[in-house]
């Protein structure tokens, strides 16, 4: 706490924060599924009249009070917040190749984490048919959802369902760089480029199998203007190279 008892952004972050999944406003009743409820008062073990920060995902914040009435509980939903929230300022849409399950989980968390503005799985990067991961989006914005109360974003990255390149590449926006992360020795570092994206405020990222795309694959992309870029020696898995990526940019921008 700072002099004066007043609350710094970091001590708010501390606080329980949860996603309505709805829009919501202050003096709404906000009731609360029986996940919600559980997660509460069983692993917070939180209880009446507790404070909760609720947010809606689109920018909104309230400060909230865990209330029971009868055997329902709800959060009653008081005043918007007034310190900022954890939303990056560059916008970063990523495009990554399929990975199995308990990896493509893990990698949604921490891009919703590390602050991607969306994510789409791509199911034409390499993987056969009987390896590729099957859709679930709705999975996937529930653990972007939980990533994003953790870590005090305030707005959610959009979660695509599993697509094509180049549907992809249609829904993205026309300026900013497009980035493609490769093996190729002589690509530019991902870090060199960094500072373009900051100017744009937005950049596109395409991120393929560990072992890289094949020549077919790369010639596609470098068609639609993406440009190689590399992140050095080490070959890193998808999940981890997509973290590792967006570090970059958003260190490169100056937002960590």
């Known amino acids: ?46 209880r009446e009249g507790d404070e909760v920060y609720l947010f809606d995902g689109q920018g909104g914040e309230f400060r909230s009070r865990l209330r029971r009435l009868g055997r329902k509980w ?7 917040v007034d310190f ?11 495009g990554c190749g399929s990975a199995v399950r308990s990896r493509s989980d893990w990698a949604i968390e921490k891009m919703t984490e590390l602050g991607a503005a969306s994510i789409t799985p791509l199911h034409s990067f390499g993987t056969s048919r009987k390896d590729r991961v099957p859709d679930q ?5 529930r653990l972007a959802a939980a990533s ?10 959009q979660i695509g369902s599993v697509a094509s390149l180049e549907k992809w590449i249609e829904s993205l926006p026309e300026s900013g760089p497009r980035l493609l992360l490769s093996l190729a020795p002589a690509a530019p570092k991902l870090s060199s480029v960094a500072a373009q994206a900051a100017s744009a405020g937005t950049a596109a990222l395409i991120i393929g199998r560990t072992s890289g795309l094949d020549e077919q694959e790369e010639r596609s992309c470098a068609a639609a203007g993406f440009l190689p870029v590399s992140m050095g020696r080490r070959v890193l898995r998808v999940e981890s190279a997509g973290a590792v990526a967006l570090a970059v940019l958003l260190a490169g921008a100056g937002e960590m």
Do not use: F
């Not at 709404?28 to 997660?39: I, Q, V």
């Not at 709800?74 to 918007?80: E, I």
């Not at 900022?84 to 990523?94: K, S």
């Open 74 to 80: 709800l959060c009653a939903v008081g005043a918007a």
């Open 148 to 157: 994003a109360a953790q870590c005090g974003r305030r707005i959610l990255p």
């Open 84 to 94: 900022p929230g954890a939303d990056p300022i560059l916008q970063v849409h990523v």
């Open 137 to 141: 989006q709705q999975r996937w914005q």
């Open 1 to 46: 706490m700072k002099d004066g008892g007043k609350p710094r952004q970091s001590d708010n972050w501390r606080r329980p924060r949860l996603h309505a999944g709805c829009a919501v406003t202050s003096g709404d009743d906000y009731p609360l599924a029986a996940g919600e409820l559980a997660y509460l008062t069983k692993v917070l073990r939180l």
